[in-house]
Each structure stands twice: as structure tokens, then as C-alpha cells.
T-cell receptor, first 111, second 114 residues
Framework: SQKIEQNSEALNIQEGKTATLTCNYTNYSPAYLQWYRQDPGRGPVFLLLIRENEKEKRKERLKVTFDTTLKQSLFHITASQPADSATYLC??????????FGTGTSLTVIP | KAGVTQTPRYLIKTRGQQVTLSCSPISGHRSVSWYQQTPGQGLQFLFEYFSETQRNKGNFPGRFSGRQFSNSRSEMNVSTLELGDSALYLC?????????????FGPGTRLTVT
């Protein structure tokens, strides 16, 4: 079955720096990959979607890359702010209708 | 536009009981998916309903079931509750048209089984 791993459970970074989160997967060939943000006690919030034929997607301070050869996605937050502190989840699907989620990476941006 | 709503927000049940959770999707969204979130397993897909039909199903026992009504509202039922069913249950809605894959999540129902 598919396995989705996100880098180290917790990531601490200084304000203003670029945060880079990793999503690796095995036994799967997703056509769609999404990134979500989840704050404590709340449901995940959609951030970005990237398709298998896209190498990179940007939205404001966010950038996602998708390397189907390495079976990896990188999620970057540039000029990070304390308000970016949250858990970030990657989700994969080969149909767009059923998504498998990683366990998430907790990001803390230190002022 | 109102977001996804889930009721109740918190629930405490005893082993062996059954429970029904409710989800109202964003107006116009016809797809509702249910997820179970636990610290150890993360977010796990339960099932998806679209136009009152279950379209996809995750790897959960038959004790977990759901349905969707004509107004797209969905309910999830868990019978014969076990301690391991304690979790945050999230529902997500989306329009399911060909260009939209974004899921909009509700705040979840926190279920505690004692």
C-alpha cells in the first residue's frame, strides 16, 4: 500500500527565513498532490495543488515542487512569519477523488 | 458563503454504543468525504459520497458507514464503538467538477470512547 512520509515531526525556523517541508511517497503514482495547513483544533485548510505534469507552483510566499522521479514534493514558505506556525499536511491522489494524507510536519516560526 | 459545518463538535460515548455524526457541506458542493484523524495514524480516508452514492471507500471495517441525502448533507455512523475509535472525525466538501480538487474541511467532531 502507499506510504507517505513528511520530514521530521517538528521544524523550528527563524522569522524571515525560508521554511522547506518535504513529502516523500512510495508504492504510489499520484496525479495530484495537495498541501494543507492545519491549526490546533481546526480542520485542514487547502493551500496549493500541483499536478504530475507540473514541476512547480507558486502562490504568494508559497512554492511547491513535484518530482515524480524522486517521488517527492517540496513545500517552501519564504520570508516566514510567526503566523505561519501550524501543521502542514501533504495529500496525494491518482484520481482526484480519494486523497491519502501524510502525518504532517509541525512548523514553528520563532520571532 | 457559509463553510462546512459538523455536529456535534464533541461527543463522549461508551464502548459498544453507536454514534452518528453529521456534516453539512458548502452550498453547491455535492461531494462529501469523511476522514479519521488520530495522533498516531494521521488523517485517514473513510469514504466519499457524491450524489447520494458512495464513490470511494477507505480501509475501515464495516462498523463505519455513511450516507448522503438529496441536499448533500451527510451522516457517518459508527456501530459497536471501540476504544480505538476515539479520534477527530473530519468531513470535507468539494464541488467535484473537473477542474476543482480543493477540499474544504469542517472543524471536526471530537469523539471520545470510554
Amino acid at each position: 500500500s502507499q506510504k507517505i512520509e513528511q520530514n521530521s515531526e517538528a521544524l523550528n525556523i527563524q522569522e524571515g527565513k525560508t521554511a522547506t517541508l518535504t513529502c516523500n511517497y512510495t508504492n504510489y503514482s499520484p496525479a495530484y498532490l495537495q498541501w494543507y495547513r492545519q491549526d490546533p483544533g481546526r480542520g485542514p485548510v487547502f493551500l496549493l495543488l500541483i499536478r504530475e505534469n507540473e514541476k512547480e507552483k507558486r502562490k504568494e510566499r508559497l512554492k511547491v515542487t513535484f518530482d515524480t522521479t524522486l517521488k517527492q514534493s517540496l513545500f517552501h514558505i519564504t520570508a516566514s512569519q510567526p503566523a505561519d506556525s501550524a501543521t502542514y499536511l501533504c495529500a496525494l491522489s491518482n484520481t482526484g477523488n480519494q486523497f491519502y494524507f501524510g502525518t504532517g510536519t509541525s512548523l514553528t516560526v520563532i520571532p | 458563503k457559509a463553510g462546512v459545518t459538523q455536529t456535534p463538535r464533541y461527543l463522549i460515548k461508551t464502548r459498544g454504543q453507536q454514534v452518528t455524526l453529521s456534516c453539512s457541506p458548502i452550498s453547491g458542493h455535492r461531494s462529501v468525504s469523511w476522514y479519521q484523524q488520530t495522533p498516531g495514524q494521521g488523517l485517514q480516508f473513510l469514504f466519499e459520497y457524491f450524489s447520494e452514492t458512495q464513490r470511494n471507500k477507505g480501509n475501515f471495517p464495516g462498523r463505519f458507514s455513511g450516507r448522503q441525502f438529496s441536499n448533500s448533507r451527510s451522516e457517518m455512523n459508527v456501530s459497536t464503538l471501540e476504544l480505538g475509535d476515539s479520534a477527530l472525525y473530519l468531513c470535507a466538501s468539494r464541488s467535484r467538477d473537473r477542474t476543482s480538487y480543493e477540499q474544504y474541511f469542517g472543524p471536526g467532531t471530537r469523539l471520545t470512547v470510554t
